[in-house]
């Protein structure tokens, strides 16, 4: 059938209506606030590319832990800015590092209220901004020498207090790398996290400005994925990961691989978190502050996208003021 006997508008003509047939909605819950900790600092730093987002020294990050809970949020995920770096990012896998003293705060005030997530990767601390050793004849990431580095580092966080690893650095294997060291430690219930489907983005810029994190040299095209790449290398990416013992696979960044959100929804039956990245904020951010755009308005329509391509779970820097955007 067909107008005039079919008329969509029926089941859109009130407030009430619409609310009612509501199929996609975001809930604080599936949301996650990255937060970064800075043992460098004693009050908190603006990041000049993020407005309104903030470095926080260690003794403020329960504050951000207290207000995502008011907010209704359940998790954060924590970066940690180190006051030393090194060629090995000894910091990153430290028993006294920047993560796992954040982790261990915020665990021993609110326990198992708020899940933390730790980032498993080691260009926040290294002295050269890439994601694990490097050989320096040849510039080059080494991928097997990288493993047992993640590996250590996802242990000291746990023993810390971080709930779920989620390891980013995109070397091949560092999912079953770290399954081994965890299980070895007796951390066999403690749930990965995979950066499964992680982009060679231009998104990310304002997260290298926050995290103190761009490389010295070159890029990191040589690991992580081409923004041109077929999907079919995405769900390879995510079946390995799946195979070595992910518990849940990320697609990062989302607005721009959608379609590989929804992909990875069809294609496996494990929770599929979206990162709403850091220049994904910021255009929404500027723009709104210019006065170009309703920022409400803006974010719930973004999320929602997000939410409808597939996405259980989403990292994103609005979580803040979700009470505010949600009404």
């Known amino acids: 059938m067909s107008f005039p006997n079919v008329r969509m508008r029926r089941l859109r003509r009130t407030k009430a209506l619409r ?11 599936n949301l996650i606030y990255p937060i970064f900790a800075d043992e460098t600092i004693s ?13 926080y020294p260690l003794d403020k ?37 920047v993560v796992q003293k954040a982790a261990w705060e915020i665990k021993s005030r609110f326990k198992d ?16 901004g890439h994601c694990g050793i490097i050989d320096k004849k040849y510039c080059e990431v080494l991928n097997d020498d990288t493993l047992e580095l993640l590996g250590k ?21 560092q999912v079953f790398a770290i399954r081994e060291f965890l299980d070895e430690s007796g951390f066999e219930q403690v749930p990965i996290l995979a950066y499964s489907a992680k982009y060679a983005s231009a998104f990310y810029g304002p997260f290298r400005d926050a995290a103190e994190s761009a490389p010295k040299f070159g890029n990191r095209q040589s690991y992580q994925m081409s923004q ?3 999907v079919h290398e995405a769900l390879r990416e995510m079946e390995l990961d799946i195979s070595e013992g992910a518990d849940m696979l990320m697609v990062k960044p989302a607005l721009a691989y959608l379609d590989i959100i929804s992909l990875a929804k069809a294609s496996f039956d494990v929770p599929i978190v979206a ?19 309703d920022e409400a308005d803006i974010v719930r329509e973004t999320l929602t996208g997000i939410k409808r391509a597939g996405a259980d779970l989403i990292i994103t820097y609005h979580t803040k003021n979700v009470k505010d955007w949600l009404k």
């Open 153 to 173: 580092t996802a242990v000291s966080q746990v023993e810390a207090g971080v709930d779920i690893v989620a390891p980013s650095a995109m070397m091949d294997g």
């Open 19 to 29: 609310t009612m047939l509501k199929q996609v909605q975001i809930q604080p819950s």
């Open 43 to 55: 009050e908190p730093v603006p990041i000049a590319t993020m407005p309104g987002y903030f470095r």
């Open 61 to 97: 990050v329960v504050e951000e832990g207290k207000a995502a809970l008011e907010q209704g949020v359940k998790s954060v995920l924590l970066f940690g800015i180190p006051a030393e770096k090194d060629e090995m990012g000894s910091g990153a896998y430290a028993k006294n590092g």
């Open 113 to 128: 209220e708020l899940v933390i997530i730790g980032d498993v990767c080691l260009c926040e601390y290294t002295n050269h």
């Open 228 to 230: 041109g790449s077929s």
């Open 275 to 293: 990162y709403n990245v850091s220049g994904e904020y910021s255009m929404v951010k500027a723009a709104a502050l210019n006065g170009w755009v």
